[in-house]
């Protein structure tokens, strides 16, 4: 179990000289190793589980959950991104996107600077975990360890969705309940089959998400980034980061190809597959999870 002295500080707002506003919350220690947690796509920093947090920061982090922009309540931007560009995008046509994974990428190191925190250790999932390999690659020096959860390279013959699950990602959802219903039913067709979550907490989840605020051409907005995003592929074997891959062997997704390819790329990178794993991380893996991404961070030290 985690120490509960390790509750999270009161939501705190962060202007950031990339001209939007992030909202963050910590765990831990401030003199503890600082850890960045990247939440995927449309997800708020509460998708990262209070228990999971205060998991990380009994093992010597100081963690810092924060929403990504369009998400929750940090920065709505604009730039609208029709679901026609999405599709099209989806299909490896090019698109232009308000912004890019790199300004996502420069999101999280903004927030690091405005703590005055750093290096640190970054943690992403899904669409975060693409945001931390960027931001490994574009500021090595800044980042101590790696560790990239259910996420791919961005090379399109890798880490592919099922087809199926789109017509529920761009659909839309303009009340609370509809919100709900639709989060619910995604998150059936993707949550790890060998460790079923709970209906209710599904719908508590996508409640809470919803009164933290959602926005669905948020959502399209980091999809634009997530497909204009480009091959990292090559980039990864130059990382010399202390690197860990999680993926579920079940992730519809992000197929498990995606984290077989970036462990493969990142030269003495871990790889931890999970049977049975979806896109989600259940419960009963948090305690596994926080000890690899301890492991990983520990190889920072020796280096």
């Given at each position: 179990?985690?120490?509960p002295t390790h509750s999270p500080s009161p939501e705190q707002l962060a202007a950031l000289p990339t001209g939007v506003e992030l909202c963050y919350q910590t765990f831990g ?20 589980d209070p228990e999971f947090c205060r998991m990380l920061a009994d093992r010597g982090f100081f963690v810092v959950r924060y929403d990504n922009r369009d998400t929750g309540r ?111 039913k995604l998150w059936k067709l993707i949550g790890s089959p060998d460790y079923p979550g709970a209906t209710d907490s599904i719908r508590e989840r996508a409640a809470e998400t ?94």
């Amino acid at each position: 179990m985690s120490n509960p002295t390790h509750s999270p500080s009161p939501e705190q707002l962060a202007a950031l000289p990339t001209g939007v506003e992030l909202c963050y919350q910590t765990f831990g220690e401030p003199e503890a190793e600082p850890l960045l947690l990247v939440m995927g796509l449309g997800g708020p920093m509460t998708w990262w589980d209070p228990e999971f947090c205060r998991m990380l920061a009994d093992r010597g982090f100081f963690v810092v959950r924060y929403d990504n922009r369009d998400t929750g309540r940090s920065t709505k931007v604009t730039g609208r991104v029709n679901r026609r560009k999405i599709v099209a995008s989806f299909v490896g046509m090019k698109a232009q996107t308000p912004y890019t994974m790199q300004d996502l990428a420069d999101d999280g190191f903004a927030l690091l600077e405005h703590l005055e925190v750093g290096p640190a250790h970054v943690v992403g999932v899904s669409m975060g975990g693409m945001v931390a390999q960027t931001m490994a690659l574009s500021r090595p020096g800044q980042v101590r360890s790696l560790t990239s959860i259910m996420s791919t390279t961005g090379r399109r013959t890798v880490g592919w969705q099922d087809p199926s699950l789109l017509p529920l990602l761009i659909a839309s959802r303009h009340s609370r309940e509809a919100y709900i219903e639709t989060s619910e039913k995604l998150w059936k067709l993707i949550g790890s089959p060998d460790y079923p979550g709970a209906t209710d907490s599904i719908r508590e989840r996508a409640a809470e998400t919803w009164d933290r605020g959602v926005s669905r051409a948020g959502v399209m907005r980091q999809m634009g980034a997530i497909l204009t995003q480009p091959d990292r592929s090559r980039s990864l074997r130059s990382l010399r980061v202390p690197s860990l891959v999680i993926h579920g062997t079940h992730d519809k997704m992000v197929h498990v190809s995606g984290g077989r390819a970036t462990s493969s790329a990142i030269p003495g990178c871990e790889l931890l597959l999970v049977p049975g794993m979806g896109h989600d991380v259940p419960h009963e893996l948090h305690e596994t999870f926080a000890d690899a991404i301890r492991r990983v961070a520990d190889k920072a030290s020796l280096r």
